[in-house]
């Protein structure tokens, strides 16, 4: 299957700001969805925001007024713009493909997780 790619990562001091991408070939032309998961050394994965086909947006209490998922459905593409980045923010980002349409499944499966790009903010 074709897996998602991650882009955008760096390291930033504290209060700074990136913009973190996920694409792959069909990715909004076939109606999927896409997950931002993160994972600091020593912590679990955590849930940090998803967006829908058809757009709607949801995240998790810890960034949100921080951080803004969107897509670009020219490019196959679905960003994460992180404003006002903390240290607690390092970690590093995974996006996953979520089916939820028959043609996205068909496309892409389940459990189609990117390799992630690492954010890494100072203080």
């Known amino acids: 299957q074709v897996q998602p790619v991650e882009s955008g990562g760096g390291s930033v001091q504290a209060g700074g700001s990136l913009r973190l991408s996920c694409t792959a070939p069909?990715?909004?032309?076939?109606?999927?969805?896409i997950t931002w998961h993160r994972q600091a050394a020593g912590k679990q994965r955590e849930w940090v925001s998803s967006?829908?086909?058809?757009?709607?947006?949801i995240y998790a209490d810890s960034v949100k007024g921080r951080f803004t998922i969107s897509q670009d459905k020219a490019k196959d593409t679905v960003y994460l713009q992180m404003n006002s980045l903390k240290p607690e923010d390092t970690a590093m980002y995974s996006c996953?493909?979520?089916?939820?349409?028959?043609?996205?499944?068909?496309?892409?499966?389940?459990?189609?997780w990117g390799q992630g790009t690492q954010v890494t903010v100072s203080s």
């Open positions: 967006i829908g086909s058809a757009g709607t947006t």
């Open positions: 996953k493909i979520d089916p939820t349409s028959s043609i996205c499944f068909r496309k892409f499966g389940r459990d189609n």
């Open positions: 069909g990715l909004t032309s076939n109606s999927c969805g």
